[in-house]
């Protein structure tokens, strides 16, 4: 049964979108929302990319698969799949986050897998936390109750939350942050950066305004800049939890941007959350009972609020990010059986 944290609240506040957002829906795991918060659409699964045709790309605990407009499955990869999947920049690539289970002193442990697979159902590069990651980084600790649901098991080696590839765009001269190479991103553990074919690690660090490092949700933005949802700030003058949208530099850890934190406005998420600029000036952030909210880099002001009452379900046990999103050619075209 669905966990409703909402009932009371109005779908949404200050609704006032720009006309460059005309078209845009809100994707709640597989559940897609008018801006409004209206249930516009529910589909089966954890994790949904709907595609401009009418293709759906939707993932589970038990598989990830391709269907078609119709309805009908194009492709099918059996796996256990969690926290979300992305396009590449470019659409022809999905990078997913997954599970294995495996035996370790008569006990069953979880950990990370890490997925590029292609738009056709070919699986591109695949690689492991034991194959990848030195054992010296593991964390080893006990599962968070809505993974052990999943996985069924009560130890995990690590708790990654978020892959995205590196767009094109300005980089600088490094040779860590270009395109085409792969951020993942753990509790505690830290930030990853990896070559194309996931076999080795080019660059890591732990946020240092963030305590613990829990953060979730972190990406490359194209003008080199790192982009991620701090669930912990870490700072002097932070006097209680709270937490905020950060944008540093990822080699020195700068930070040049901050939503929320001691400035304000505050809010705090302990253990999920996420964040996507849609543009040079608007990002849109999420996170559990404080609802989704687009919002102007520029003037730090909110655009408009949604409280749609699922975001509690699928936030909770499933995924850890609504994003806002142009849906209008998927709705078009998607129309599978009834």
Not at 44 to 65: Q, S, V, W
Not at 143 to 161: A, C, K, T, W, Y
Not at 251 to 266: M, N, V
Not at 319 to 328: G, I
Request: some cysteine.
């Amino acid at each position: 049964m669905r966990v409703v944290f909402f009932a009371l609240i109005l779908s949404s506040i200050a609704f006032a979108t720009p006309e460059k957002f005309t078209g845009f829906h809100l994707l709640n795991g597989c559940d897609i929302l008018s801006l409004d918060g209206k249930i516009l659409k529910q589909i089966p699964g954890f994790h949904c990319i709907p595609m401009e045709d009418g293709r759906l790309i939707t993932a589970n605990d038990k598989f990830i698969r391709l269907l078609r407009a119709d309805g009908s499955i194009a492709w099918e990869i059996p796996g256990i799949f969690h926290h979300q999947i992305n396009l590449s920049p470019d659409k022809k690539r999905i990078l997913a986050l997954g599970s294995e289970v495996f035996n370790r002193g008569g006990q069953k442990w979880r950990e990370d897998k890490f997925f590029v697979i292609s738009t056709e159902g070919n699986i591109l590069a695949q690689n492991s936390v034991r194959e990848l990651i030195p054992q010296s980084e593991h964390i080893q600790k006990e599962i968070p109750q809505p993974m052990q649901r999943i996985d069924s098991v009560g130890v995990e080696l690590s708790h990654f939350n978020s892959i995205h590839e590196i767009p094109p765009g300005h980089h600088g001269s490094s040779d860590i942050f270009k395109e085409g190479h792969i951020v993942v991103n753990s509790l505690t553990m830290g930030i990853y950066v990896l070559t194309p074919d996931l076999k080795k690690i080019l660059y890591r660090f732990t946020y240092i305004n963030s305590n613990s490092h829990t953060v979730h949700d972190v990406r490359v933005l194209p003008d080199g800049t790192m982009l991620l949802f701090n669930n912990y700030v870490w700072t002097k003058e932070v006097k209680y939890p709270m937490s905020s949208i950060d944008i540093i530099d990822p080699i020195t850890q700068k930070l040049l941007y901050r939503y929320g934190g001691a400035d304000g406005p505050h809010f705090f998420s302990s253990n999920k959350g996420g964040v996507e600029f849609l543009n040079d000036d608007y990002f849109f952030y999420s996170l559990p009972v404080n609802g989704g909210h687009l919002v102007s880099r520029k003037t730090k002001k909110v655009v408009f609020s949604s409280f749609a009452p699922n975001f509690a379900y699928n936030l909770i046990l499933t995924t850890q990010n609504v994003r806002m999103q142009d849906l209008s050619g998927f709705l078009k075209f998607f129309s599978p059986p009834k």
